[in-house]
């Protein structure tokens, strides 16, 4: 049960970025069975959520949002978008997570390495940890 970030490569342009998700020249490439996006509105929490057999690959191209990990008696923070932390944040099955939109919002990219089955996950209320997400401003 763990998570881990790694940073993925941003190309700045004239008018904007190329912010490179993955590519099957990198020895961590993934091989996605399903990408979807998420989106959340300004200070919107969805927690807790815990997969039993999907690893999460969760990406932040839009906005900003702040994913919290409960990695056994501690809660480990990752901030996550195209100006702040530009990668990809691992999440491995069997451990609980939630996430957070920032002031503006944000859209999460998921390369998940199954196709999505309501069944694989489990879900519990958000007062089910001692975490306080941020309030809104």
Same mark, same amino acid.
């Given at each position: 049960?763990s998570?881990?970030?790694?940073?993925?490569?941003?190309?700045?342009?004239?008018?904007?970025?190329?912010?490179?998700?993955?590519?099957?020249?990198?020895?961590?490439?993934?091989?996605?069975?399903?990408?979807?996006?998420?989106t959340?509105?300004? #200070? $919107? @929490?969805? /927690?807790?959520?815990?997969?039993?057999?999907?690893?999460?690959?969760?990406?932040?191209?839009? *906005?900003?949002? %702040? #994913? $919290? @990990?409960? /990695?056994?008696?501690?809660?480990?923070?990752?901030?996550?978008?195209?100006?702040?932390?530009? *990668?990809?944040? %691992?999440?491995?099955?069997?451990?609980?997570?939630?996430?957070?939109?920032?002031?503006?919002?944000?859209?999460?990219?998921?390369m998940?390495? %199954?196709?999505?089955?309501?069944?694989?996950?489990?879900?519990?209320?958000?007062?089910?940890?001692?975490?306080?997400?941020?309030?809104?401003?």
């Amino acid at each position: 049960m763990s998570a881990s970030f790694t940073e993925s490569e941003q190309i700045d342009r004239p008018g904007g970025q190329i912010l490179k998700v993955t590519s099957a020249s990198r020895p961590d490439f993934i091989e996605a069975k399903e990408v979807y996006c998420s989106t959340l509105e300004p #200070f $919107v @929490v969805r /927690a807790w959520k815990l997969h039993t057999e999907m690893t999460v690959n969760a990406f932040v191209p839009v *906005g900003e949002v %702040t #994913f $919290v @990990v409960k /990695a056994d008696d501690r809660f480990e923070t990752y901030k996550m978008g195209p100006s702040s932390n530009w *990668g990809r944040l %691992t999440i491995e099955p069997g451990t609980w997570f939630g996430f957070q939109g920032g002031p503006e919002g944000g859209i999460v990219l998921n390369m998940a390495d %199954t196709v999505h089955d309501p069944n694989e996950s489990q879900t519990k209320p958000l007062d089910s940890f001692e975490y306080q997400f941020e309030a809104a401003t």
